[in-house]
Every structure is written in structure tokens, then in C-alpha cells.
């Protein structure tokens, strides 16, 4: 069992930066790849960014290329989304979520067995 925690949004200008955490508790954390998603008003949830349980691979969305940057601290248990040059469609929920594999299935929300409760992201021009 994985429990996750969401922090670190908030209002932000269009081109600043914010940084996302993700703290996780149990004891399997060190276990799972590790995901961002978001989901923005009135549309479906998408897979922003991905992370190996080592941290050895990392995987983006095409819209995020080049502006955010995943990464994790398995010794603290947490998972970090850096988020940089933020634009007005970059504005959603940002959920972290634990995979259940270890290096797989990046891209689809079902191979994730635990989801965080969500942080706003407001991006404005």
C-alpha cells in the first residue's frame, strides 16, 4: 500500500516556474515507477511525466518536452515535478500516482494502482 500526497501548487505567471512534490508513505515506494497526470476543466486526464523506480529512465508528454523535468528522492520517499516556461494550458489538477511496475505502462493511468488527491495548477497570462 502506497499513500501519496500532492504539494506545491499554486497561482503562477505565464513563463515562471513552480516545483510539484510528492510524498508517499509505505514501504514499497522504492517499488514503483512513479507518474504525473493532469486534468484540466472539462477535459480527460493525461499522463505528463514519468519515472523508472530507480530513477534511471524518465518519459514526458509531448507538450512538456523541454520545459518540465521528473525526477525522485528514493531516500526521502518523494517525487518531484519541476515545472518551467508554465503556459495558460499547463492550468489543470496535477496528480502524482504510484505504477505498478517497475519500469512500464508510463502512459496509461490503469497500469497506476495509487493516485495522490490532486494539487491546482493555475497558470495565468
Known amino acids: 500500500q502506497v499513500q501519496l500526497v500532492e504539494s506545491g501548487g499554486g497561482l503562477v505567471q505565464v513563463g515562471g516556474s513552480l516545483r510539484l512534490s510528492c510524498a508517499a508513505s509505505g514501504r514499497s515506494f522504492n517499488s514503483h515507477a512513479m507518474g504525473w497526470f493532469r486534468q484540466a476543466p472539462g477535459k480527460e486526464r493525461e499522463f505528463v511525466a514519468g519515472?523508472?523506480?530507480?530513477?534511471?529512465?524518465?518519459y514526458y508528454a509531448d507538450s512538456v518536452k523541454g520545459r518540465f523535468s521528473i525526477s525522485r528522492d528514493n531516500a526521502k520517499n518523494t517525487v518531484y515535478l519541476q515545472m518551467n516556461s508554465l503556459k495558460p494550458e499547463d492550468t489543470a489538477v496535477y496528480y502524482c500516482?504510484?505504477?505498478?511496475?517497475?519500469?512500464?505502462?508510463?502512459?496509461?493511468?490503469?497500469?497506476?494502482?495509487?493516485w495522490g488527491q490532486g494539487t491546482q495548477v493555475t497558470v495565468s497570462s
Open positions: 500516482a504510484a505504477n505498478r511496475y517497475k519500469n512500464s505502462g508510463y502512459y496509461i493511468g490503469d497500469s497506476y494502482d495509487y
Open positions: 519515472i523508472s523506480w530507480r530513477g534511471a529512465s524518465t
